[in-house]
């Protein structure tokens, strides 16, 4: 274990975390965020987590454009929560119609936080995601219950002048901790082209969660070594999202088994529409 102190342990918090105090405009539209959408198509926004990009999306993408969705998969930042929030509510601005949001792991954190002041936001899914409650960071969500491996994994490397750390997993580790049912093959690459965390700045707490004012859906990874799948069933409880788990799926469920979280999303839409 690593000791109380230790940078290592300190910095989990951010990177778990990913929560500093966001404050974005007003709320989203409450109970009609399952209001008819007038028959305009909605955007299907994908928001990806810490050690990840986008491309993580790619098999979910491929569905759901053959199926006919439009979708969007932004670069999320991975700087702080306030300023990646910001930086979807801004690509949020820009689209029209109705939009659900999609998010994993961190980039269910951030989803939480940029919905709002977004009325043509109308449903969230969370896969393998933390959706904090305001005030709360991941860190906290996260010591509720055991069964998360990322605190041995995790590595870190300074940021110029000393201003903080970003952390990523140890190659060595990346396969067991993060993605254990895909291919050792396909973790390597994944574990080389990882995107870090930026720890500065994100430990502090969420602000008021969309998921109050909107409707939400949850994919629980059943065998998650990030996230435990017991806090994943927490969250989604509190939220009263409508859940489904995948017995046996790492945390990038979303890879390993896009069906699942490609009809969860399509659930969403439905229900919207």
């Known amino acids: 274990m690593i000791p109380e ?12 975390a990913a929560g500093s105090a966001v404050t974005l405009g007003a709320a989203a539209t409450p109970a009609s965020a399952a209001a008819r959408t007038g028959g305009a198509r909605a955007t299907v926004v994908l928001v990806h987590g810490v050690f990840a990009d986008a491309s993580g999306w790619n098999a979910v993408t491929a569905r759901l454009l053959k199926a006919g969705h439009e979708v969007i998969a932004p670069a999320n930042p991975l700087r702080d929560l306030a300023d ?5 509510s801004s690509v949020i601005a820009t689209l029209s119609g109705p ?32 959706a904090p409650d305001e005030g709360e960071s991941a860190l906290q969500l996260a010591k509720k219950f055991p069964g998360s491996e990322l605190e041995e994994a995790l590595m870190l490397r300074p940021l110029p002048g000393g201003t903080g750390y970003d952390g990523y997993i140890d190659p060595a580790k990346f396969h067991d901790v993060f993605a254990q049912d895909l291919p ?3 973790t390597t690459l994944m574990a080389v082209s990882q995107r870090p965390g930026s720890v500065g700045g994100l430990s502090g707490p969420s602000g008021a969660p969309a998921w109050k004012n909107l409707p939400s859906w949850y994919v629980v990874a059943g065998a998650d070594r990030v996230i435990p799948p017991a806090l994943q069933r927490f969250m989604a409880g509190r939220a009263g999202s409508r ?5 046996g799926a790492s945390h990038v469920v979303m890879m390993s088994r896009p069906d699942a979280v490609v009809r969860q999303i399509e659930a969403a839409y439905r229900a919207i529409r």
């Open 99 to 130: 939009v659900i949001l999609v998010g994993h792991s961190y980039g269910g954190e951030v989803i939480t936080n940029a919905a709002r002041g977004h009325a043509h936001v109308k449903a969230l899914v969370y896969v393998a995601a933390f």
């Open 5 to 16: 102190g230790h940078p290592r342990r300190r910095v989990l918090g951010g990177l778990l």
């Open 243 to 247: 859940t489904v788990e995948v017995k």
């Open 184 to 186: 050792r093959a396909t």
């Open 84 to 88: 990646d929030s910001a930086y979807l």
